[in-house]
């Protein structure tokens, strides 16, 4: 294997957490006296973290004020905690893909924007922490994703040469992280990606789950010792 470590997006690749970000948003906006927002709008406005999220729901004609985006994070943080993976579900090959990725020794992680209060609790809730040597949130850095520094945390812990990192996400966020810290990008075509399909000219595949994914890394090797 090329590749000594895969780092993994969380929302849109991981897990299907819709269900519960749009019910965390409708109770928010409920509680604030705001007009409420659709699960499609909402699976729109996922990939900047929390706080571009409830800012993306409150913005009508104009966006919030700071006071009034203060609010409304902190109800978001109540209410989303209460329901964080009520509903969620585990896309098709992941635990598939998972288990190639562990039974194969690479170092692994997540990558996420989701802040480290809801992070830990999901995967826990979902029986996947044990898969991920590390766990990178939105807050663990001074950056979120599409700044690099979050995967090149990663890759620092790990001991592993960002060029010998494969970063995986549903996002053009994930695909820019990636590039930019130095490390190629695979990315999946069913998650959020802000609403828009996932472009296969940006990254460097597009692969239909993550065991599809892990046999790509195996051929990317191949190529490379050619």
Not at 47 to 59: I, P, S
Not at 191 to 220: K, R, W
Request: net charge negative; aromatic share 8%.
């Amino acid at each position: 294997m090329y590749f000594q470590s895969v780092t993994f997006d969380l929302d849109g690749t991981l897990l299907d957490t819709i269900a519960d970000l749009a019910e965390g948003c409708r109770l928010m906006l409920e509680e604030i006296g705001e007009p409420p927002r659709s699960q499609a709008e909402v699976h729109s406005f996922v990939g900047k973290g929390m706080a571009v999220l409830v800012e993306r729901c409150l913005t009508h004609a104009k966006p919030p004020t700071a006071d009034r985006l203060h609010v409304a994070i902190e109800s978001f943080k109540r209410h989303y905690a209460a329901v964080n993976g009520r509903s969620a579900q585990i896309y098709p090959g992941v635990l598939e893909g998972l288990q190639a990725w562990k039974v194969s020794g690479l170092k692994m992680g997540v990558v996420t924007n989701k802040p480290g209060m809801f992070t830990e609790t999901l995967l826990d809730r979902m029986g996947m922490t044990d898969y991920f040597d590390i766990i990178v949130s939105g807050d663990t850095t001074a950056h979120k994703k599409p700044h690099p520094e979050p995967i090149l945390h990663a890759c620092r812990t790990f001991g592993v040469r960002p060029d010998r990192n494969l970063h995986i996400g549903d996002s053009k966020n994930d695909i820019h992280a990636a590039h930019a810290a130095g490390c190629l990008a695979y990315a999946v075509p069913y998650g959020y990606n802000e609403g828009e399909p996932v472009d296969s000219a940006d990254c460097d595949a597009l692969v239909s789950d993550l065991l599809v994914a892990y046999q790509q890394a195996l051929t990317f090797k191949d190529l490379k010792n050619k």
